[in-house]
């Protein structure tokens, strides 16, 4: 009997479903160990592969993008209706979660015993990593970080805004250079650009597989009896991501594009996918940039400027989950917020999103920074650190979603769609 061919989508989809419900067996069963040892190596391979294509795809695709552009000044406009775009939506975002936060009340009434145990559930785990990070990113920091002081260590490190740069100013001046000089290097950086695009395709044959073993991981170690312990606060964050995506995504592409609000989500699903079971909108840059073009139609101009920017700097979901959860945690230790301080957590918030990287668990370590910029004890992150997993995974879909929103609204707005 032939098999249907499905699409990639639904195949992703089945193995997310199989994950999870192979993960809780593994779980209740008590095999999760068997699932650690040799199922989530698969998952890790997996990523390794998507990260392993990164640095390559940005530069050269960028890169490719740049010299077939010929106006300086599109790119330019390009780039300010990119970074108005970041900014205003993580505002947006970041109002909606301290809006949900102070209306809904999640950390109000939550008893002392509860209390106690999510904090000593937690309290050696996060404690390690709330001290890795805690300088609050200034704008000049963040400004002066994006020139690199030498191209190979930008490279090596993966540092996308330094990379981004780079290929920048070389596409600007091998436009600026007499063609015959300039088109071998082009050439060459065409080739790499297909070949990297050829490997992406490659890789998301195993996606299915990599994701089954992603999900899997995570359920088997998940505890339900946290998640219900914070289900109120939980539920805040999601309903927050969720309003998010379908009223401030969905109206910027009504407003500003002709695209079908369906077609976008569609087109977007297996990103989506990747982001919910890696916890990362780096890893799923290659598949985000592949569905934006391929799905959404976008140029690959647009898409290899602003999806690696969106994936470095526009954590809408991120931002969100920081002003949701730095009220929790002045709720539960029964302070209140003044005007000040929420305006406060509002620009510390975005400056943190924007130092967020792209990685798993990236956000929580940037909450400190939120926390610290209004006093709030930083041991606050222990109560939610139960719930961390399975939150990140949702805010990952949303970061990612909003990078490819964004590209298709600076496409439209540029009449390319
Ligand atoms: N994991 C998120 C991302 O990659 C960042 C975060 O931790 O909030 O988009």
Redesign the pocket.
Known sequence: MKLPKLPLYTKILIGLLAGVIFGISANRLGFSDFVFDYIKPIGSAFIRLISMVIVPLVFASLLVGITSLNDIRKLGRIGAKTVAYYLCTTIIAISIGLFLANALKPGAGLSEEARTKLITNSSEESGVQIKTDLKTPTVKDILLDIIPTNPVKAFTEGKMLQIIFLALMSGICLNLIPSERSKPVINFFEGINDVVIRMVHIIMKIAPYGVFALISAVTADFGLGILLLLLKYSLVVVIGLILHVTIVYSSAIKIFSKQKISTFFRGIRPAQMIAFSS????ASLPVTMECTEKNLGVSEEICSFALPLGATIN?D??AL?HGVSTVFITQVYGLSLTPVQQLTIVLTALLASIG?A???????ITLAIVLKSIGVPLEGIALIWGVERIL?MC??VV?VTGDASCAVVVASTEREL
């Open positions: 916890a990362s909108s780096s954590m979901g991120t989950y967020t792209g990685t798993p668990g990236a956000g929580v990140d805010r990952s970061n």
